[in-house]
């Protein structure tokens, strides 16, 4: 494979096959560093402050070689450069070593009992969260449906059933402008579920603003008022990305949106910490939304951290539990049960403890996994349409805006006009649901079709589940679930905090209760026929075809139902729905599930588990970034101060002897390897004027400890900011007592699939490339191995390179 470099403009040009049809531009500049390119984000995923990580746009416009070159490109087609990665290596250098021998195992043993207690507030914040939630989505929704309801009863008489109409109209608007205002003017990083985005945060990615507190708010907020506004979403998965921010705030014991630090937990504030305890709090936010704390520790092993061990494994579930006890225990208290322990989670399939199953209905199981799968994949499709719709024509604000608003109102009318329709009348003794609608229906009967559209989203989960057999027309069924499937595809990617699992169950269990009713009436008065049953499995079916998850996803929905025997068919259904899911996907062209498809819609350079099939005769040489900007051990403070200014680096190799170049093979080399040094770390030697002429060298070098360098962390003061005048300049900086001295090399000659396994094990953050003289040749970083992509398609699979690009995200006009 052949790469063409456009050093000149900062573009690699790595995509041997024509490009398809353009969708957005790419606009490169010679000016950008990596914090200017995460500003100019801010359109997508939001505001900025002035540090390391975030500089002003006016940046570009004063440097004198600011160059700008558009490129059209599909952004599945590229890797953004915008997205840093997050450095799980440790740099042992003299301080770290130094901090580390004056412990004692008394620190070591304290330091993880400190864990322990982090992990504990974790989940008892997490489970607040969610309790809140729940009591906030139940108290406004109970509000809403009564008061349409004494509108629609008095309305039937008097002829004006267009008011209620209205009134349900006006509700979901209003709680949908509200949850729109909150993603699109404050926080972006807010909008949908957050599975995604927390997905690339534990794969390595930094994805600015996910983990914020102000994005914490809105998010609670946000579902709130989207549920509320009848969208075809649920509550379940932003608490996963919840559960992620109240544990990455508690673990760092500070607030930079809030400007609040206690000054406790001061050691975990590393990127390695920091993942660690987000990975406690996503599987805490599954624990929460489903009451499943084994369901929790899997899903943040199968679908977010790319680094385990078994002693997080412990903390992991250790937190998952203590979120699921205070939700129970808030739960009880709320309810007016006091420690009643029986609401484990935000939504509750019910008690399935009478439910059975016999060996002849399997393959009725395999069938609707199959199904469900194919349902999946065409729902991937159709959102991945609607997904570059609106990353073409949807930029403006005041769209993003009114669509969920426009979405919200036709939800509601789609509810209003089935039940004005399918006047599905049932005796009002086969219900104890409260919220009966009598509507056109005769004295003592009410309409079924309110069970599915006059309740809040878990409540008609449950119903579907749970009704007796006849409680539902085939008619209603079929003309529910095949407007459900539309709306939800249409929601999700809406600006509004917003989860798929939900609307993916209930799909799944309108369908599968039509599949019931086929059985029973296949085989009439037969016990074993429970449309619940297949309502069950098929909701199972569904949101396996669309998420395409597995291990998790069983032990999820066992925990739900708190039935093991239902294990089998549901493990069968769910790998059923991912094999047909992936091969129908690969034939329409998103052969994902969801969350990954929409990752790379955004251009994330994530890693797989494995790496490139069929790709061992690529080696270190073609994967490299070449050249390469390299440091001395001794460094004018001028020559750091310009260079920080001009590259986008964020690591640098370390070198002796570069005054004499040679060449190795084609490239040139650019010193004997020594260490590396990263960019914050040169900012705050420079802050704390560690330099050799200082008269205090001796002294302040000695008294440099890691804590210097963790205080800051993550956003660290812009080299703009750091003042040094100009005899300060001519100053040397001694970087070997700083420098990562053993950091992590390959030789030129090292495969890819060798390369992509210690790159993803380890995580780092770079890899130098030496040749058999020690010698720096390249760099190797994460966007080097994420630009090769397998791609399947009509049966074909093969190895292409993506674009990496320099620049920056803007909508097409």
Not at 115 to 137: K, P
Not at 223 to 236: F, N
Not at 724 to 729: A, F, L, Q, V
């Amino acid at each position: 494979m052949s790469r063409k470099t456009v050093h000149e403009l900062g573009v690699y040009r790595v995509c041997t096959n024509p490009l398809p049809r353009p969708l957005t531009h790419v606009t490169t500049t010679m000016a950008e560093t990596s914090s200017e390119r995460e500003h100019l984000l801010a359109s997508e995923i939001g505001s900025t402050n002035a540090s390391e990580d975030d500089l002003s746009d006016s940046l570009k416009d004063r440097h004198p070689n600011n160059i700008s070159i558009e490129h059209t490109v599909d952004p599945e087609r590229f890797l953004s450069t915008k997205y840093e990665s997050l450095d799980y290596d440790i740099t042992e250098n003299i301080v770290h070593l130094r901090e580390e021998k004056k412990q004692t195992y008394k620190d070591v043993a304290k330091m993880q009992a400190v864990r322990w207690v982090v992990s504990l507030m974790i989940g008892v914040l997490t489970g607040l969260v969610a309790s809140f939630i729940d009591f906030s989505v139940e108290t406004i929704s109970a509000f809403k449906y009564s008061t349409i309801k004494q509108y629609v009863d008095k309305c039937i008489e008097e002829d004006c059933i267009y008011i209620p109409m209205m009134i349900w109209l006006a509700y979901n608007a209003l709680f949908c402008l509200i949850a729109s205002c909150l993603v699109v003017f404050i926080e972006p990083c807010a909008a949908g579920s957050g599975i995604p985005q927390i997905k690339c945060f534990l794969n390595g990615v930094k994805i600015p603003h996910v983990v914020r507190f102000k994005t914490l708010v809105c998010k609670v907020i946000g579902v709130t008022c989207a549920v509320s506004g009848g969208l075809a979403v649920g509550k379940e998965g932003p608490m996963i990305h919840s559960g992620a921010v109240v544990a990455a705030g508690i673990s760092q014991g500070r607030s930079t949106s809030l400007g609040l630090d206690l000054k406790i937990f001061e050691y975990f504030r590393t990127d390695t910490e920091k993942r660690d305890f987000v990975s406690g709090g996503a599987a805490a936010g599954v624990a929460a939304a489903f009451g499943a704390p084994v369901g929790g520790v899997l899903f943040s092993l199968e679908e977010g951290a790319s680094f385990w061990n078994q002693a997080l494994t412990w903390r992991i579930f250790f937190t998952s539990m203590i979120s699921t006890f205070t939700l129970n225990i808030m739960n009880s208290y709320i309810k007016h049960r006091p420690w009643d322990l029986s609401y484990p989670g935000l939504i509750n399939f019910g008690s399935f403890n009478a439910l059975t199953y016999s060996g002849f209905e399997l393959p009725i199981f395999v069938v609707m996994g199959a199904l469900g799968g194919i349902l999946g994949a065409l729902f991937n499709f159709i959102n991945h349409k609607l997904t570059l719709f609106r990353l073409r024509y949807m930029y403006y604000k005041g769209a993003q805006v009114i669509e969920p608003v426009v979405v919200s109102i036709m939800t509601a009318t789609f509810g209003f006009m089935s039940i004005y329709i399918n006047n599905d009348c049932k005796p009002n003794s086969e219900t104890t649901e409260e919220m009966r609608v009598q509507f056109f229906c005769d004295d003592g009967f009410y309409s079924s079709s309110t069970n599915l559209f006059f309740d809040t989203p878990e409540s008609s989960v449950k119903a579907l589940f749970h009704a007796v057999a006849g409680s539902f027309n085939v008619s209603t069924l079929a003309s529910y679930t095949a407007g459900y499937f539309f709306l939800a595809c249409w929601t999700y990617g809406l600006s509004v905090p917003s989860g798929l699992f939900i609307p993916s169950l209930l799909i799944g269990a309108g369908w599968g209760r039509l599949v019931g009713i086929g059985v029973a009436a296949i085989f009439p008065d037969q016990e074993w026929a429970d449309p619940g049953k297949y309502a069950l499995i098929g909701a199972a079916a569904q949101l396996g075809g669309i998420v395409r998850m597995t291990i998790s996803l069983t032990v999820i929905i066992v925990e739900a139902t708190g039935n093991v025997t239902l294990g089998l068919p549901i493990m069968l259904a769910l790998i059923t729905a991912k094999w047909f899911g992936d091969w129908v996907g690969t034939k329409l062209g998103c052969g994902e599930g969801i969350y990954d498809m929409h990752i790379h819609l955004q251009s994330v350079p994530v890693l797989g588990w494995e790496p490139p099939n069929l790709s061992s005769n690529i080696n270190a040489r073609e994967v490299m970034s070449h050249p390469v900007t390299v440091l001395h051990i001794k460094e004018k403070v001028g020559d750091i101060v310009d260079l920080l200014k001009k590259e986008v680096h964020n690591g640098f190799p370390v070198v002796d002897n570069l005054e004499s170049p040679q060449l190795s093979g084609s490239h040139r080399t650019f010193g004997r390897f020594r260490g590396t040094i990263l960019r914050h770390q040169l900012i705050v030697l420079l802050k704390l004027k560690v330099w050799e002429e200082n008269s205090d060298f001796i002294k302040l070098q000695s008294r440099l400890q890691m804590s210097d360098f963790r205080d800051n962390y993550p956003r660290y003061p812009p080299i703009h900011h750091i003042s040094i005048s100009p005899i300060e300049r001519n100053y040397t900086l001694n970087l070997e007592p700083f420098m990562n001295t053993a950091p992590y090399t390959v030789s030129e000659m090292a495969s890819l699939p060798r390369i992509f396994r210690l790159f993803r094990g380890l995580g780092l953050r770079h890899l130098v490339v030496v040749d058999i003289n020690n010698r720096v040749i390249g760099m190797v970083t994460r966007k080097d191995l994420a630009r090769y992509k397998v791609t399947r398609h009509n049966g074909e699979t093969k190895v292409e390179e993506l674009l990496i690009s320099h620049g920056v995200l803007t909508k097409a006009t």
